[in-house]
């Protein structure tokens, strides 16, 4: 069972380019979730799925976009990369019982 | 205000003694839950423990313990008898009902842990 997994585990990337962060879940999650961590903080929602089919913003939206392929896969896309958006990127999916979330393994990204 | 406060940005403790990390949070919600995650070095978020608003006992996994004190809106996480292991970051996090369609957590800034041989 590998839970949830995120592709690529590293990237770098020049002022402007684009990338998409690919997520997958393999435990029958409704939700889905990305987060940002900056170095010695917290995490911090960038958007999130309630369900197949829907996306809504969090709390740090701007710069990205997202997309919900069906209910296993949550992309992430950065359409024009800026320096501020190097973070680490956390994909997340939600049990169904208590709502805690189950983590991937994190993307670490360096925009240059 | 911030709805998740995690005071202590760093702690020291000798290994096999109890360590208390505190958490505290704003609500108005009446039914809420409260999270712990561990953050080892190598980076992945590991669930650690759950309480509900309405719990009546305090919760408990393994070493870990929840010690929730509703009226303070305080939710301490205690690990006994510490281990090299458990050296690592400790992010509280909250999910409330209202108003949170998607079940959205918010976390806390976290607290380093190392566990002194």
């Known amino acids: 069972n590998a839970g949830v997994t995120q592709t690529p585990k590293f990237q770098v990337l020049k002022t402007g380019q684009s990338m998409t962060l690919q997520c997958a879940q393999d435990?029958?999650?409704?939700?889905m979730y990305w987060y940002r961590q900056d170095p010695g903080m917290g995490l911090r929602l960038i958007y999130y799925?309630?369900?197949?089919?829907?996306?809504d913003k969090g709390e740090v939206p701007n710069g990205y976009n997202v997309s919900r392929l069906n209910k296993r896969e949550f992309s992430l896309r950065l359409e024009s990369a800026a320096p501020s958006q190097t973070s680490v990127y956390f994909c997340?999916?939600?049990?169904?019982?208590?709502?805690?979330?189950?983590f991937g393994p994190g993307t670490r990204l360096t925009v240059t | 205000a911030q709805k998740i406060t995690q005071t202590q940005p760093g702690m020291f403790v000798q290994e096999k003694e109890a360590v208390t990390l505190d958490c505290t949070y704003d609500?108005?919600?009446?039914?809420?839950?409260l999270f712990w995650y561990k953050q080892p070095s190598s980076g992945e978020m590991i669930f650690l423990i759950y309480?509900?608003?309405?719990?009546?006992q305090n919760a408990t996994e393994g070493r870990y313990s929840l010690n929730f004190q509703k009226a303070r809106k305080s939710a301490n996480l205690v690990i006994s008898a510490s281990q090299l292991g458990d050296s690592a970051m400790y992010f509280c996090?909250?999910?409330?009902?209202?108003?949170?369609?998607?079940?959205?957590?918010?976390f806390g800034g976290g607290t380093r842990l190392m566990v002194k041989p």
């Open positions: 609500t108005s919600d009446p039914s809420y839950g």
């Open positions: 435990m029958n999650h409704n939700s």
């Open positions: 309480q509900g608003s309405y719990d009546q």
């Open positions: 996090a909250m999910r409330e009902r209202y108003n949170n369609a998607g079940n959205m957590l918010t």
């Open positions: 997340a999916s939600r049990g169904p019982e208590r709502g805690e979330q189950y």
């Open positions: 799925s309630a369900s197949e089919g829907t996306t």
